[in-house]
Each structure stands twice: as C-alpha cells, then as structure tokens.
C-alpha cells in the first residue's frame, strides 16, 4: 500500500529556532515529491523534489530528497511567527487513482 | 488574476440533503481534484479529473459525485449517501501530471 508518513505530527519552538520536518515514503513509480504550507486554508506550493541529493532553497527554507532511503527533509532556519502553519508533504506516484498522495501534516507553531 | 476559486466558504446541510460545491479555475489547467481534509488525517482525494468530460474516483468517492462538462469547472456533490459529510473540502488543479497542484481557500461543510 501506497503511504506517506511525516514526523513529527506537532512541533512548537521559539522564532529564531531552527527546524527539520520529515517526510519518509513508500509508494510504487515514484515521479515527485512536493512540500505545501497550509496556513489557514489553502494549501500553497514550495517546493517540487524529483531528483536525490539536490537542495531546493528558497529564503530560509531548504529541502533535499533521498531516493535511496526514500525521505525527504524540509528545514526553516531563523523561524518566525508567520513560519506557525500546517506543511503538508505529497507524493506524485502517477497512479491511476490521482496523482498525489498526501501525508498528515507536521503543525508547525513558532512562539515569539 | 489568475487563480481558483471555491464556493462558498461556509455550507451548512441537514441531514438527508444533496449539497453542491463549486470549483472555478482560470488557469488552463487540463487537471482538477477534489480533496476532503479532516483533523489529523491530511488529505484524501475524492475525485479527479484530467481532462474534460471524463473523470475517477479517488480513494473515498462513496456517496460524492462530480462532473467536467467545462475545462474551467469541476462541481462536487455531496449527497445524502455520505455518512459523514462534515469536513474541509479541497479543490485543486494542475496541469497535468508531475506537476505541482494549485489549491483554492477551500469550503467547510457542516451537517446539522
């Protein structure tokens, strides 16, 4: 069976903190996997990952993918308040029920 | 601007009704997905369709139906066959495979 697991499922730390969500995989014809940040409502886009080994880096948040022991990581350093929201970790499998598999979440809130 | 948009924010349902959710998007985009979301259970697909006129069910169609008459329009009816409606439900669309999938603000169904 197809799964995506991300850890851990809550996290609290204060700004400036730095962070690592993780998110580990298990589902057949791997194509991508993606990282959202869902603040309020809709989930938003940050990153796509098809590739092992190669950073993706936007400000202070970075992901890297493993397709060997099939994880991937997202870090935010130098957290702040508006970092506090819901990331969501998704799998493209190119399965005929859809697309994307998504993980629970990992709720992230960042204390000033 | 470009983006998509759903309707409305709020539902309430009675018990025993046919409700339907609205999904526009002025993207271009060829796929649409509907998605439901419930506390600690991520997001599950209901539906997906990649191309007008035709669609499948994702993991938990039962008691949901769709239809893709316009590339711009992807409705979602809960009927009264959905034991437990109550939920964030979660549309999106992409271009196609292996891409990256845009949400919109998404409607939160309750019954009463």
Known sequence: EDKVVQSPLSLVVHEGDTVTLNCSYEVTNFRSLLWYKQEKKAPTFLFMLTSSGIEKKSGRLSSILDKKELFSILNITATQTGDSAVYLCAVDYGGSQGNLIFGKGTKLSVKP | ?112
């Open chain 2, 1 to 112: 601007d470009g983006g998509i948009t759903q309707s409305p924010k709020y539902l309430f349902r009675k018990e025993g009704q046919n409700v339907t959710l609205s999904c526009e998007q002025n993207l271009n985009h060829d796929a649409m997905y509907w998605y439901r979301q419930d506390p600690g259970q991520g997001l599950r697909l209901i539906y997906y369709s990649q191309i007008v006129n035709d669609f499948q069910k994702g993991d938990i169609a039962e008691g949901y139906s769709v239809s893709r008459e316009k590339k711009e329009s992807f409705p979602l009816t809960v009927t009264s066959a959905q034991k437990n409606p109550t939920a964030f439900y979660l549309c999106a669309s992409s271009i196609g495979p292996a891409t990256e999938a845009f949400f919109g603000q998404g409607t939160r169904l309750t019954v009463v």
